[in-house]
Structures are given as C-alpha cells and as structure tokens.
C-alpha cells in the first residue's frame, strides 16, 4: 500500500489514465478480511462508527531527547479498544474497496474517473494507518529506548521502530480482540534486535583499514588502471547501483555526487527535496550503504582480459 497513486487532473489523457493505472496495479495492497466486508451494507456497518480526534497526552514527553518534530507526534493518547477495532475496520475496509474497484478497470481503456477512486480509497486507508501510528508511537518510543547505546542512537533506532509500527498496522487481525499494543511492542522488539544485531555484524565484517594501507593502495590502483578498465569498472558499479530501489539509489547518488557536474549533497538539503526528515535520509543512506557492501562482495569486478 506503499505505492501513491497520483490524481488525474480533469483532462488527463488516455495515456496518463494508462500510467495512472498501471501505478494502481503495480500498488502492493494488503489487509485483513472480513466477512462484513463483502455485505451489500457494508459501507453503512463499517464507516457508520465516527472516530473522535486523538487525545493529547500530559506533558511526559517534554523532556524526551528525540527531536521536537518525533515528540509532536507522540504527544497522543492509545486509541479506546472500541474506537481502536473500529478504526482497524474501516482501514482494511477501504482497501478491501480498492482492490474490488481495481479489478473492475479495462487495463486497455482505464477510466480516470475510476483510478482517482480507488485512489482516494488508498488514501483513506492510509490516513487510518497513519491515525493509528500517530497513537502508538509513545510505545515505540518506550521501546526504542532499551536499545539504545554508543552504536545505536535514539534517532536511528526510532526511524527503524516507526517502520516497523507501521508494518504491524498492516499486519494486526483486530478482530481477534487483542490490543494492538502488544502485538506491536512484539514486533517492534523484534525487528530493533535483527536490526542492531546486522549492524553489529556488518561493522564487525566491514572494519576501515588503516589510512596508509588505503592510500597506498588507491595509489597503485591509479598508477595501473587502463582508460578500457575505467569504464568496465565504472558499467558493473552502474549495474549495481541499479539494483537498489529508486529512493535509495537517489541517497546514494545525490550523498556522493555521482551524477555528472554533481556535488555531493547534505543529509538535510536531500531530506528538503524528497519531503522527508534528515534522519530518515540517513537510514536510507546506512541500508543502501549495507546493500552496496554486500551486493560488492558478491559481484565480479575483476579485469575481463586478465
């Protein structure tokens, strides 16, 4: 449910309508079933039940050392366990919606009408999701904190606590009549210890050697690197740097200026232009970096004439 689906404007061509949809199809939507969905007054069942404005929480937060941005967002209160259900419900209910009205489309001949729809069916979902991580991330918080230490900081184990919040929102079965607090404080546990575990290994596989052993050795690289080597090496580090997906290939080329007459480009300037926080764009950067290191390893780079 990751993929945005964009608005078609009044004369959106048969071509956009085309790419539109292909956008919709390519959308990966996931929920939980009901048996209430599939009911002819489904929408009246499931949207009939208003949810109320999340609650502000006291002032417990103000003097977490996360950033003013993360406390903003945690100054919410859990959801009700009736409000909460209701909420589950009506997300995995417009995506259920989605996904009918996505099959009712001619791949040959979208209908934008019928694109926007289903989007805007997405974004309902979507605004659901982020209702619910809003209301949760005081647990993510609370959690994250037990992991941090001199390698893992607050703010990278946050960004990686947030996502995986969001995946059990995806993931809850709310009508098995659990809190979702405690499925996520799970989940969340779970992923925080695989993730500082690989980045202990990775540090511990991956050590800088020493300065001179570097500078000695890019100086007898260069004194015997042929132009025809140049460019072979330069095709299978393209090649690789494919195989990360479109945002991270972003970071890493915008990081190391590796477009041409590119400079490389701050943490903060590259979160101002992909609309996103600074933190996030370092995560980005560490899992791309991570990628990069193994997809190397495994990769030939040796001269194809020797």
Known sequence: MATTVR?????????EASDQFSQLQAARIEYIPNAVFDRSDAAELVLSKNLSPLKPTSNALAASRSSGRIRR??????L?????????CQMNFWKHQAVKLRAKINPQRPDPKLVEEAARMLRKAQ????RIVQANIRLVISVVKKFVDAQNSLDDLLSE???????AAEKFDYARGFRFSTYATYAIRRNLYRFVVARRQERARFEAPPADFVREWTEEAEAKITEERWHELNRRLGGILRRLDPREQMVIRARFGLDDCASPETLQSLADRMGVCKERV?????RAMMKLRRMAGEASLEDPGE
């Open 7 to 15: 608005r078609p404007n009044r004369r959106t061509s048969k071509r």
């Open 73 to 78: 967002l945690a100054d919410f209160e859990l």
């Open 80 to 88: 009700p366990p009736a409000e909460e259900a209701d909420t589950f």
């Open 127 to 130: 605004e659901l999701r982020d």
């Open 161 to 167: 606590g947030v996502m995986s919040l969001m995946r």
């Open 282 to 286: 370092r995560q980005l950067e560490k």
